[in-house]
Every structure is written in C-alpha cells, then in structure tokens.
C-alpha cells in the first residue's frame, strides 16, 4: 500500500508559477515510479509528468514540457512538480499517482495508487 497526500495547489494569475508537492508512505518510495496527472472540468484525466525511481528519468506531456518540471526528494518520500508560465487552460484538479514496478509512462491505468488531488486554478 502507498498513501499520497497531494498539497501547494492555489490560485495564481496567468504567467505565475505554483510548487505542487505529493507526500508518499507506507512502501519504499525510493523504488516507486510517481506521476502527475490533471482532470479539468468535464475532461478525462490527463498525463502531466511521470519520474522514475532514481529521478534520472522524466517524461512530459507536450502541453507541459518546458514549463513543467518533476523532481523526487527519496530522503523526505516526495514528489514535485514545479509550474512556471501558467496558463488558464492549465486550471485542473492535480493528482500524484504511484505505479509500483515498471518505468515512466503516460498511461493513468499503470499506476496502482492515487491522491485524492489538489485544485490549480489559473486566472486571466
């Protein structure tokens, strides 16, 4: 079992940045695969961001690269996800997601644990 508890989630103006962060407990976080997925109002859930275990690999969604970032602190069990040049279009409820096993993917229905979210919410 891994409990995730997503927070940093707030409301910013277009062009500002937020550090979203995802506490994991209950396995070994170091050998976890993490990642960020967003559902918007009336949309399905979509893939932010994935990091492997080590942190020496990362993948991004198109809509995000280069203005997202993930990263892993293993000594504190948690994962980031900086936001920089926010859009509205980025206004979403923000899940951290564990996958136990495997390598980073954008796929929702590979990983095993979800948080229960925290709301982005970007203004014009």
């Known amino acids: 079992q891994v409990q995730l508890v997503e927070s940093g989630g707030g409301l910013v103006q277009a062009g500002g940045s937020l550090r979203l962060s995802c506490a994991a407990s209950g396995r070994t976080f170091s050998t976890v695969v993490m990642g960020w997925f967003r559902q918007a109002p009336g949309k399905e859930r979509e893939f932010a961001a994935s990091i492997s275990p080590s942190g020496g690999s990362t993948l991004y969604a198109d809509s995000v690269k280069g203005r997202f970032t993930i990263s892993r602190d293993n000594a504190k069990n948690t994962v980031y996800l900086q936001m920089n040049s926010l859009k509205p279009e980025d206004t979403a409820i923000y899940y951290c997601?564990?996958?136990?096993?495997?390598?980073?993917?954008?796929?929702?229905?590979?990983?095993?644990?979800w948080g229960q979210g925290t709301q982005v919410t970007v203004s014009s």
């Open positions: 997601a564990a996958r136990i096993g495997g390598n980073v993917s954008r796929l929702n229905r590979v990983y095993d644990y």
